[in-house]
C-alpha cells in the first residue's frame, strides 16, 4: 500500500500563491540589486576615495611636522594655532611613538597608517586622548629634524562612515521595496486571480464572465484565448441542450404514428400501414444520423484541386431524378477553367445541403452558379432558386439547429431534420470557408459558400 505523501496527523502544506511568491522574489531581487550597488560603489568609488584621503592627510602630517621642525622657534605657536585652526591638527614635539596596543580604528586609519608607512619608511600607530574641551584626539608619532614630533588629528575630522551610511540606505530603501513589490505584485497577479475564479466557475458548469482585457500583453492575450474557449464551451452547451430537446421533439411525431399504426394493423392488417412504419423508421434513422453527424462533424480530409465544371454537373446529376420529381429544373452556371482548393468531402455535403433545401421548398428553376468571389483569391459555389425566400431577421436563425420555417412545414413538401443548414455552418467553420444566405434580386434565395481558389486558376 503506498505511503501518504504527509506525515501522520498532519496537514499537507499549502504552496504560496502567486502574489506571495512575486511579493519575495522581487523583495529578494532588489535586496541583492542594493547589495551589488553597495559593493560596486565600496570597490569602485568609497574605497578609492578614502585611500586618496589617507594619502593627502598623511602627506599634510608628515609636511606639518617637517615644516614646524625647520620654522624658527619664535613663528611655531603661530603655526600651530593655524594647523589646529583651518586643518584640525594639532603638533606636540618630543611624544614618543605610540606602541602597537591592537586598537581598531577602522578602513580609514588603516589605509593612513598604510600611507604613513610608505612616507617614513617604518609602521606607526595610533593612540586616542581626550582634550579638555572633550574632543577626541588621535596621536602618533613622526620623525622631523633629528626629533620625534607628535602629530595629533581631531577624531571629528574622519567620522565619515560610508558603510553605516550604506546599510542605513538599505533599511531605509526596504519599506519602499516592499511597498512596490506588493504594488507590483498585485498588478501580476489580479488577471491571473480572475482567471483562476474563472475556470473553477467553468469547472463547475457554470458560465463565467468574461475576463477584462488589460495588463501585459501576454495576460491580454491569455484573456482572450479564455474569453474565446469559455464562449465556445457556453455555445456547445447550449446545443447539446437544443440538440437533446429537438431529436426528442422530432422523434415523437414518427414514434405515435408508429404506434397507431401498430394498433391499426394488429385490428385489419394492410400493406400500406407497413409502408407508412417503414417511412416513419426511415426518418428517425436519418433524423438520428443527421444528429450524429452535427455532434461529431465530418472529419477534415486533406484539401485538393477541384475543376468546377465537371464537379457541378456531377452534383446536378446526383440529385436529378428528385429534382424531376419535385417539378425542378437544374442547370449549371461555370467557366469552364475555374478551380477550387477544397475538402472534396465537406464541400459535397454543403453543396447538397443547398441543392436538397433548394428542391424541396422551392420547385422550379434552381441554378447551381461557380464564379469568383468578392474576396480575390476566392471561388463563391451557390445555389439560387426563385422560391418564396426567408424574411431578412430570420436568415441567421436557420443556421440553428432544428430551426425550421414554416415554408419547411408545408404538407406535400416533404420535411426536414431542420439539421442541414446547422451541418453545412458547421463544415463551413471547420475550414475556414464564408457562408451565408441572402434575397435574390427578383425574389428568391441565393445560398452561397466561399472556398479558397486553386493555383490552378489563378495561372489560368
Known sequence: MPSSPHPAGTAPRRAPTLRQQTVRAMVLLVLLLELEFAAVALLFVLQPMAQRSAQDLAGLMVLSAQTWAELPPQTRPAFERELQAHYRLRLQPGLSPPPDTGLIHGFYIAYLEQALLQRIGHAVYFQRQTDAQGHVWLWTSIPAGGQQIGVGVDHSRIQTQPLRALLWGLLLTLPLAAWLALWWAQRISRPVVAMEQAAATLAQGNTPQRLTLAGPRELVSLAAHFNQMAGRIDALLQARTTLLAGVSHDLRTPLARIRLALELQRMQPTP???????????????????????????????????????????????????????????????????????????????????????????????????????????????????????????IDTVFEPFTRLDVARTPGQGAGSGLGLAIARQLAQQHGWPIGLQPREGGGLIAWVDVPQSAASIQT
Not at 416513419?280 to 453527424?293: E, F, H, K, P, S
Not at 462533424?297 to 436529378?320: E, K, S
Not at 420529381?325 to 453543396?351: E, F, I, K, S
Not at 468571389?373 to 418564396?388: E, F, H, M, S, T
Open 272 to 394: 400500406e400501414r407497413l409502408d407508412q412504419i417503414e417511412r416513419d423508421v426511415q426518418a428517425m434513422d436519418r433524423l438520428i444520423g443527421d444528429v450524429l453527424q452535427l455532434a461529431r462533424g465530418l472529419q477534415a480530409q486533406a484539401p485538393q484541386d477541384i475543376v468546377l465544371l465537371p464537379w457541378l454537373q456531377q452534383r446536378q446529376h446526383t440529385h436529378a431524378d428528385w429534382a424531376r420529381a419535385q417539378a425542378t429544373m437544374l442547370h449549371v452556371d461555370c467557366p469552364a477553367d475555374l478551380h477550387a482548393w477544397a475538402d472534396t468531402a465537406a464541400l459535397q455535403r454543403v453543396v447538397d445541403n443547398f441543392l436538397a433545401n433548394a428542391v424541396r421548398y422551392a420547385p422550379g428553376s434552381v441554378e447551381l452558379r461557380a464564379t469568383a468571389a468578392p474576396q480575390p483569391g476566392w471561388v463563391r459555389i451557390a445555389v439560387l432558386d426563385r422560391g418564396p425566400g426567408i424574411p431578412a431577421g430570420q
